[in-house]
């Protein structure tokens, strides 16, 4: 943290426009990074491979392929996710550096065989047809996504954002020039070349954890251990990501919203395009959500708690308590002040943006509702991370079950009240989920200082 944070605000230091636009879009690659890349690159392959195929149905299939495999290898590891970096920060915390990538690696593999055993049942079961090598592709790169998702969130905690954009712009880079000479063998070529390009992808992010942490053991399943498990941080991340999955799965099962691509693979041309550029929009918004957290919430932070460990005066406690509130106030404000600014620029260019993707602009209308949406989202995982970084797990965990079980339910309804208010389910979800993780947030930050005399 401290050397992303250093130069950040080395930059910024410098009290220019060009020193803020340099720190705002340093921020943005390394905050959004690794997701723009993956969506701009699987929309640039249809568009590439196009020309040079056939049939485009077999670019459609292979999307909607990696946008399941994607959703599921998230939702199921997202039983691991917090779990695991929480256990790796505590070694870190404790000095026991040699436990972390022995248990990391222990983690990682234990995901990705349990998502290879299911992988490969659901596809015996689901692609016959495709034939042996399809069903091979289809599980190996599930399994790669699970450990790639496990590795990248502990890299990300360990704050090396600039080898995970690099390790995404390297393994999607190969996947594209790959598929550009292997899609003349079908489907089961364009999926062979993303299996390569997800392998790179993985082989760097694990090379680069194994050479930066030494350790005497290869395996370790220390987190498994009663006194390191938290059991709210567990189903906090499968919530969270089962709630970002959740209303999509609702338009992809339900008849009138969905058309078959492949076996029981289905998609929404309604929902899943324009939500694809919803996401890209928020761009703005995470970078100024990463800038305000990583250069002045966390030295806020860091000062705080100093301060209370090394006995300061009760008024200087006071003090940098006040600051830190302040400063996460600032943290959630700021960065809905931005994304409110960048989601009215992207309502000015809309024709523009879907123009350039070749997308009809009867699009346009749900467009909007799902970048409102997108927008809640970002405000929402700003509060979570906040609620996370006070090791708030339980009203975390309650947040992101609301967001799920909320997104399901007003999902469904607007599916039954017609096309006019599809998206809105989603809308309304983060809303609710807003209110109570604001309530949540603001409850324990109004009592930070009797909290933190009494349970630390």
């Known amino acids: 943290m401290a050397g992303i944070s250093f130069e950040l605000r080395k930059v910024l230091r410098e009290r220019t426009l060009g020193s803020i636009a340099k720190a705002f879009g ?9 997701y723009l890349i993956s969506i701009i690159t699987l929309i640039s392959s249809y568009y590439l491979l196009s020309p040079i195929v056939n049939d485009r149905k077999i670019i459609i299939q292979f999307q909607v392929i990696v946008t399941y495999l994607v959703a599921f290898s998230l939702i199921l590891t997202g039983f691991s996710q917090l779990m695991i970096t929480r256990f790796i920060a505590d070694r870190i915390f404790e000095r026991r550096y040699n436990l972390v990538l022995p248990n990391l690696l222990g983690n990682m593999i234990l995901n990705m065989g349990i998502g290879f055993i299911l ?40 704050k ?5 954009v690099l390790s995404f712009a390297v393994g999607y880079l190969t996947f594209l020039i790959l598929s550009l000479l292997l899609v003349k063998f079908g489907l089961n070529g364009v999926m062979f070349s993303f299996f390569l ?31 390191q498990i938290y059991i709210s941080l567990i189903f906090s ?103 409110g600014i960048a989601f009215v620029i992207f309502l000015l260019f809309d024709k523009f943006l879907l123009s350039l993707f070749k997308i009809s602009l009867l699009y346009i209308p749900l467009l909007h509702i799902l970048m409102l949406g997108t927008y809640l989202q970002l405000v929402f995982m ?27 339910i007003f999902s469904l309804i607007t599916i039954y009240l017609g096309p006019y208010y599809y998206g809105y389910g989603f809308v309304f979800s983060l809303l609710v989920s807003n209110v109570v993780a604001i309530i949540l947030l603001r409850r324990f930050l109004n009592e930070v200082h009797y909290r933190t005399f009494m349970f630390v």
């Open 382 to 408: 700003s509060i979570l991370a906040l609620l996370n970084y006070f090791d708030r797990r339980i009203e975390s965990m309650i947040s992101s079950l609301i967001f799920a079980v909320s997104n399901f």
């Open 197 to 227: 390009g997800q392998s790179i992808l993985f082989l760097m992010l694990v090379s680069y954890m194994i050479k930066n942490h030494d350790s005497d053991n290869l395996l370790r399943f220390d987190f498994f251990d009663k006194s």
């Open 237 to 339: 991340g499968f919530f969270y990501n089962l709630g970002v999955w959740v209303d999509k799965f609702v338009f992809w099962f339900t008849p009138f919203t969905s058309i078959e691509v492949l076996g029981p693979i289905k998609s929404s041309l309604v929902y899943d395009i324009p939500m694809f550029l919803a996401y890209i929009s928020i761009a703005p918004g995470m970078a100024i959500f990463f800038l305000k957290l990583e250069v002045e919430f966390a030295e806020y932070y860091d000062r705080y708690y100093r301060s209370v460990k090394e006995g300061a005066t009760l008024p200087k406690i006071f003090e940098y308590g006040d600051e830190m509130i302040l400063s996460a106030r600032n943290v959630i404000l700021d960065t809905m002040r931005i994304q």
């Open 160 to 164: 090396s954002y600039k080898f995970i």
């Open 119 to 158: 992988s490969l049942l659901f596809s015996i079961f689901s692609f016959k047809d495709q034939g042996s090598l399809f069903i091979i592709l289809f599980s190996f790169n599930f399994t790669l996504f699970c450990g790639i998702w496990i590795i990248n969130i502990v890299l990300s905690s360990l």
């Open 26 to 34: 340093y921020s943005t690659i390394l905050s959004a990074g690794p």
